[in-house]
């Protein structure tokens, strides 16, 4: 096996080395015969790979031409064999500073075959692009998956993807300046906000009155505009524009924290699924650090994970049935929700935002009297889930808004590449838990459960999955407490290898959390970039609302658990904002020298 | 002059108990919701709370429009004169000749006030609420101006008190009741027909722009409307069969009964807002909609003598 | 992650439905804010610097991730200001595992509203050691210095050396070391040399 460290020959843009596309340093062939597939594409764009190499376990590298950016996309894409492969999301990077180009990654979740973490793998497909010149041939003209990411390597760096369908901002704000891009390195603090804000909303198509759900708005729980175009109260067209709770998490990361505190930032990306965020994150920096964590470490996160999803799911499930207007279902399904919150206050000292994890561990053992309290509660949540389903699915008024709405078709979610039950509800077979190799970080590989998957793709099929999701958990966290192993919980780290990249994974309750990250000099984060699932699900909103009623939107809505404030982690901290403590790049420096310095 | 004394006395407890019970009545709701929801829920006294606090709130005008300042206090002076139509005890205390058609009337202008003061302003939501409004309406006030069809031929008078006097069992008359039931559950706007307010979807429909004391006063109007309607369902199940009511005794026991069995059959319509969902409009339309055939079934069942 | 036997025996023994007042029945709800509520014992609420065992290393400012802690020089006055701010606060306990002699405490506390936010701020202040020699205040504070002379293996270390040199500033013990060096190899090192040493040493940070 050739291991990480082998393959170098990284950020070198015309790698010298390579001949062909040949690195001379790793053993191209040897890596291309690791996974199936790899070799197929590497013959079907041989002239235009300028490298190829194996990032870690499992996750591999092509350098290639921007030209062919497109077709290299779609190649895995449409894979005849690998039905499920999808394109996950992309980093755009500012690499002026160590190589004078600009990066733009696409990466694809390619699964050989459902639910074999061994033989699935993820495929990063980077383009170099000239720093006077950063414009790409759009993927998202083919694919409507890479809509959003397109505009976001746009807004907040810059690069232009030429015959992109829809170039308005999706990010920035409105007021925000022109040719301001936040995550490019050389980024100036200084600027505010123009005065005139420009709105880019679409235009009310012909005989349609406007309805406004949001910015503010009962049936979303967070800022979102849903602009519906309605012809009485059916649903014809649909304008998002999101993006209103946006806080410059990457940005912020990139600075001044260490990889470390980084960690707990991740955590806090989100208020549901926090702890996904923060074990995805914690897994990408294990990965390209190369270091295996203890199996009692990897134990307790797969539990504290499995906990969060069973909690979420009832939470969920308790909100869509208050946007139905049955309120009781609500508060029952809350009830039944809170004693997992109070075990997990007890096993992690906090109910959400548990800090549990540290690259390379986690911080509190999981003491054996704990073991039946978790096992007790386990039992106390799946009578009480059982019971709770009995009188819900059995409320008519329940089904009736539920069955047959919202429905989304496989082909649109596999092109939208939507994720996580919305997904599985439309008869996906994905599942990031079993599909990639988690098995560094997670202990999924080592407890046996079925991933539910329904054809229907209505808001009730929704439910469906969830639910029996959530009794598959109870199942997993059962074996985990029985399987537990004994030993240490944590594994220093050190130092990290400097512009090492990696990714870390898991499947949140919505669908797979992805955080790439890049390092930097003096164990700092150089790129870090979140992908939460509802960024892949909510674009496909607009295609499960058209055509039903306006009443019906709020659940529609609902019903991919959206996580407005996951989404939109990284807006830019506005000068003018005053609360925030803003500070250049120098005084960022400054600040931690001088708190450096106290040794 | 001893009489008028008396039908005074209990015309001026209908009016208490027409002012003053809604809110309670609400307050036992939501008590009853926050029980079969594990809550513990507000005081008894919490409506009155709310609306106290949005009488001495100002309002907020988003329209030069007359209606929006109006609509609630039409919707209010609806409300009370239709209560004003109803028994309470053997006292009517407004009685006049066809009252039965004034009250279809006047409980109707409470719907139309919202409407109208939902089109009254430029708001997507309000207008939508508007609408839903107007199409449960439109469908539901067939089925009751049939089923009131049913009763007044029945007792052969369009006069509350006499209907009440003169109405006699006959299966159509069982079957009105039971439609009845239904028709004035889906006008009083409670869940899962609440489609108009929906808090959710439409953000309160109507209702979306109004703040402070009018919005207070509409949602007094609303109770008020809901009560009127429950007493009336309640004086039709109870004061045909007491038999004649000739004393103020029996009178003061009738209100003693109407009253107790408006305050129980709350509780039961709070339990069945908190079982139920929210419908979609269209699915009401067409309850609706086969509801008023039904009715024109027992119309028809009710002029072969049935 | 060892904790004393009492403390395990108060986990194990601590339970919600006692202590909180909460029921399986109806109602599930407690009237909170009008009760009380406590925090099991696990609960990580804001920590709390106890000044008395504080040396003022900083340990706990690099650790924090959003800057709650923060470390202030007065070489004027001779005080090293440390300032924690609940507000800023993420609760993430990691100053109190980085703390070398657990001034950091943990407390169950979670209720923080107040009107006036200096309520959340504690700030303790440390009195620099002095360098007698140049008349400068070091970077380090008193305690910590002792804490050093604590830790340090006696048999290893030239206890008197250790005296000599510990309340120096960076200066002057380069300033001697120099001289030193300058009487052992008989000025290898010429003078301009040390001149030039200690104005950069002034001027930059560490």
Not at chain 1, 131 to 150: G, M, Q, R, T, Y
Not at chain 1, 235 to 240: R, T
Not at chain 1, 253 to 276: D, H, K, P, S, W
Not at chain 1, 458 to 481: G, K, T, Y
């Amino acid at each position: 096996m050739v291991g990480t460290k082998d393959l170098e020959a990284h950020f070198e843009f015309e790698c010298k080395a390579c001949e062909d596309g040949r690195c001379s340093k790793a053993d191209v062939e040897s890596i291309l015969a690791e996974r199936k597939g790899l070799k197929d594409f590497y013959e079907a764009f041989k002239e235009h790979i300028r490298e190829c190499k194996r990032m870690t376990y499992g996750q591999y590298m092509f350098v290639i031409d921007r030209e062919v950016l497109p077709e290299a996309v779609l190649w895995w894409h449409n894979h005849p064999k690998f039905k499920e492969t999808h394109m996950s999301t992309a980093v755009g990077t500012d690499e002026r500073p160590l190589n004078g180009h600009f990066a733009y990654m696409p990466f694809l979740n390619v699964q050989v075959e459902p639910f074999k973490m061994d033989e699935n793998y993820w495929v990063f497909l980077k383009v170099y692009t000239p720093a006077d010149d950063p414009s790409f041939p759009s993927v998202a003209a083919k694919l409507p998956a890479a809509l959003w990411i397109e505009r976001e390597v746009k807004d907040l760096l810059g690069f232009k993807p030429v015959g992109h369908p829809d170039p308005r901002r999706l990010i920035l704000p409105e007021d925000f300046p022109d040719g301001v891009y936040p995550l490019r390195k050389d980024m100036d603090y200084r600027h505010s906000p123009i005065t005139e804000p420009r709105t880019e909303y679409r235009e009310t198509p012909e005989g349609t009155t406007l309805v406004p759900m949001g910015p503010v708005h009962a049936g979303v729980e967070e800022p979102a505009h849903f602009r519906l175009f309605v012809k009485g109260e059916k649903i014809v067209d649909v304008d998002y524009r999101g993006f209103y709770s946006h806080r410059g998490i990457e940005k912020t990361g990139e600075g001044r924290l260490t990889y470390n505190q980084v960690l707990f930032l991740a955590e806090r990306i989100c208020g549901i699924c926090g702890y996904q965020h923060s074990v995805s994150y914690a897994m990408a920096v294990e990965r390209l650090a190369d270091v295996e964590i203890p199996d009692r470490a990897r134990y307790i996160r797969t539990l504290l994970l499995e906990l969060e999803r069973i909690h979420n799911h009832l939470l969920w499930v308790g909100i869509a049935a208050h946007l139905v207007g049955y309120d009781t279902g609500f508060m029952h399904a809350w009830r039944i929700r809170e004693p997992v919150m109070w075990l997990v206050e007890r096993l992690t000292g906090n109910r959400k935002q548990y800090g549990m994890n540290i690259v390379g561990g986690v911080r509190r053992d999981l003491l054996d009297y704990r073991k039946e309290e978790v096992l007790k509660v386990v039992k106390e949540i799946r009578e009480g889930t059982k019971k709770f389903l009995d009188i819900a699915l059995n409320t008519n008024t329940f089904i009736k808004r539920a069955e047959g709405v919202g429905i989304l078709p496989y082909k649109v979610a596999k092109a939208y590449s939507v994720l996580g039950p919305t997904a599985r509800a439309s008869g996906r077979k994905i599942d990031a838990r079993l599909d990639q190799a988690t098995k560094t970080a997670m202990a999924y590989h080592e407890v046996d459960f079925k991933v539910p998957v329904y054809k229907e793709g209505d808001v009730l099929a929704r439910v469906l999955v969830r639910m029996d999701e959530l009794f598959e958990s109870l199942w997993i966290v059962e074996q985990l407490i029985d399987q537990m192993p004994d030993g240490d919980i944590f594994t220093p780290i050190g130092n990290l290898p400097e512009y090492q990249e990696a990714l870390g994974f898991t499947e949140a309750h919505r669908g797979e959390v992805v955080h790439y990250v890049m390092t930097g000099e003096k164990n700092k984060v150089y790129r870090w970039k979140v992908r939460a699932p509802t960024y892949n699900n909510l674009p496909a909103v607009p295609e499960m609302l058209k055509g039903y009623h306006v009443a019906d939107a709020p659940i529609i809505i609902a019903s991919i658990d959206p996580c407005y404030s996951c989404t939109e982690r990284v807006q830019f901290v506005d000068v003018e904002t005053g609360k925030v403590k803003v500070l250049t790049e120098a005084e960022f420096n400054e600040l931690s020298i001088k708190y450096k310095g106290v040794f | 002059m001893a009489l008028d004394i008396v039908k005074l006395g209990f015309s001026l407890a209908g009016i208490l108990i027409m002012l003053l019970l809604p809110p309670y009545l609400d307050g036992i709701a939501r008590r009853v919701k926050a029980r079969l929801q594990y809550r513990r829920g507000p005081p008894l006294m919490q409506t009155w709370y709310d609306l106290q606090k949005l009488f001495a709130l100002p309002s907020v005008r988003p329209t030069k429009s007359a209606l929006f300042t109006w609509a609630p206090y039409i919707a209010l002076a609806s409300a009370i004169s239709a209560a004003l139509l109803l028994p309470y005890g053997n006292v009517v205390p407004v009685d006049f000749g066809f009252n039965l058609v004034v009250f279809f009337y006047v409980i109707l202008m409470v719907s139309v006030a919202l409407m109208f003061a939902g089109l009254s302003v430029q708001n997507a939501f309000s207008h939508l609420g508007s609408a839903r409004e107007m199409q449960i309406v439109l469908t539901v006030e067939p089925l009751i101006a049939v089923l009131y069809g049913v009763l007044a031929y029945n007792a052969g008078s369009l006069n509350i008190a006499d209907i009440i006097a003169n109405l006699h069992a006959t299966p159509s008359v069982i079957l009105t009741y039971i439609l009845l039931a239904y028709a004035l559950y889906v006008e009083s706007g409670f869940v899962p027909f609440d489609i108009a307010e929906a808090e959710q979807e439409v953000i309160g429909g109507p209702l979306t722009e109004y703040s402070g004391r009018l919005l207070g006063v509409f949602y007094y109007a609303i109770h008020i409307k809901r009560f009127t309607l429950l007493w009336f369902f309640v004086s039709l199940l109870t004061l045909p069969w007491l038999g004649p009511i000739g004393t103020p005794g029996r009178a003061a026991l009738a209100l003693a009964l109407q009253f107790i069995l408006t305050v129980s059959f709350y509780p039961v319509i709070a339990a069945l807002e908190a079982t139920n969902a929210r419908l979609r409009i269209d699915q009401v339309v067409k309850m609706n909609t086969r509801a008023f055939f039904a009715g024109i079934i027992i119309l028809a069942m009710a002029f072969m003598g049935w | 992650m060892a904790e004393a036997p009492s403390h395990s025996e108060k986990l194990k023994s601590w339970d919600r439905m006692k202590v909180e007042g909460f029921s399986k029945k109806a109602p599930v709800t407690t009237p909170y804010p009008f009760t009380d509520i406590e925090k099991p014992p696990e609960f990580r609420g804001i920590p709390h610097i106890n000044p008395e065992k504080c040396i003022g290393c900083g340990a706990c400012v690099q650790a924090c991730p959003p800057d709650a802690l923060i470390m202030e020089w007065d070489k004027e006055h001779g005080v090293k200001r440390l300032t924690y701010n609940a507000a800023r606060c993420i609760r993430c306990a990691r100053c109190i595992e980085v703390c070398p002699t657990g001034a950091m405490e943990p407390t169950t506390r979670f209720e923080i509203a107040t009107d006036n936010k200096e309520d959340l701020v504690e700030v303790v202040e440390h009195k620099l050691a002095y360098c007698e020699e140049c008349g400068e205040y070091l970077d380090f504070t008193e305690r910590q210095i002792e804490y050093v002379r604590n830790i340090l293996p006696k048999e290893i270390f030239d206890a008197y050396a250790l005296e000599d040199r510990i309340k120096l500033t960076q200066e002057e013990k380069m300033r001697r070391t120099v001289v030193k060096l300058r009487e052992l190899e008989s000025n290898v090192y010429p003078a301009f040399m040390l001149v030039e040493k200690g104005k950069e040493k002034k001027g930059g940070e560490e």
